[in-house]
């Protein structure tokens, strides 16, 4: 019974704004093979991105994957999964190094779906648990981009992780995080120029408009006591969470310069 309304509410939530990294879930780590695209057809395709990328002259990008079929999502919500991809010299199995793209995620654990960790791989590796193979690219202005990267060079990047995950976590507030919260969190300090959260909780209320969760509170009751991945306990009132569209908006409304992009096949 607790494993039918564990499942039963996930696919209630297929919205899902966070980063799991088991293979039947939204979003796979650079472990989990995709069972909806052959492994030439996925790498063709991230070799597309990170030449999409490369041609806007992008430093560092927010990306975004699809770990649900779009019909499967509800209205205002597209992507599932988000990370930031950054232009780096990368060192091949046979020791030749080559400029790419590395890909610096938040996932869950596999063996402890309420714990995330941060993980580095690559666009391949991104795209690997897909069910549609569709990208969204947010790149920040020029400045921005150099904010950006001096953060998550410096030991703040790790500071600003919260390894207590939730599936729904609140943007304004602290004691739960998912990616995309993280992400949130990554650029205000870029933006403000902070490692203080307290200070970066303040100016992501005061600006950040986050996504309502449009769940029914008795299934969200029922999601809390039976998945171990989903947390009230940070919500105040209606819950609310951090997506992609929303910081594309959030950034689009702040910093100019800043380009949304999508990628298909």
Known sequence: MKKFIHQLFLGLLLFH??????????SGSSAQASTHFPAKQIMVFAKKVERTLASEGAHVAIVARMGRPLSEMPEGMHFTHVAFAVYSNITLA???????????????????PNVSTLVQDFPVDFFASVAQ????????????????????????????HDPRYSLIANPYTLG?????????????????????????????KAYFKAQTVNVNPLKLMLGSMFSAEVSTSDQRGKPV?????????????????????????
């Open 17 to 26: 704004v966070g980063c799991m990294s088991h293979a039947t879930s939204f």
């Open 176 to 204: 739960r995080q998912n990616c995309t919260e993280f992400v949130l969190d990554v650029i205000n300090a870029a933006i403000y120029q902070t490692s203080d959260i307290k200070v970066i909780k303040v100016n992501t």
């Open 241 to 265: 969470t951090a997506t992609f569209e929303k910081i594309a908006d959030y950034l689009q409304t702040y910093d100019q310069g800043s380009k949304v992009l999508t990628i298909a096949p």
């Open 133 to 160: 193979l569709e990208a969204g690219i947010l790149i920040p202005s020029p400045e921005l981009q150099q904010r950006l990267l001096q953060v998550i060079a410096s030991p703040a990047y790790a500071s600003l």
């Open 94 to 112: 046979n020791g030749s190094i080559v400029p790419g793209y590395a890909i610096y995620n938040l996932y869950q654990k596999d063996d402890r």
